[in-house]
């Protein structure tokens, strides 16, 4: 009785394997930075001049946590006036 001789795939189908795996990788990848981008909740804040302005008042401050929280403090009042912006236009 004769073994079953298995002869190795040509190139061809070893291309197209790799290709799709390639793509599907990407793919998967792509949907998980979606994902994660559309549940982050806060969204990066654009250096204005007025944000500039107000954040560079905090450099009078003598310590770097004082300056730290008034930068805080500056920047949430900020997000705070632009989030009541954009509700004030939803309506």
């Known amino acids: 009785m004769r073994e079953p001789v298995f002869s190795p795939p040509g190139t061809l189908p070893r291309v197209a394997l790799v290709s799709a795996a390639v793509v599907t990788s990407l793919g998967s990848f792509a949907l998980l930075l979606r994902a994660f981008d559309q549940a982050s909740p806060s969204r990066w804040l654009v250096p204005t001049p007025e944000l500039v302005q107000l954040v560079s008042t905090c450099d009078a401050f003598p310590d770097r946590s004082a300056r730290d929280a008034c930068a805080r403090q500056v920047v949430a009042a900020l997000l705070e006036?632009?989030?009541?912006?954009?509700?004030?236009?939803?309506?």
Do not use: S, Y
């Open 81 to 91: 006036r632009q989030q009541r912006e954009l509700l004030l236009a939803q309506r």
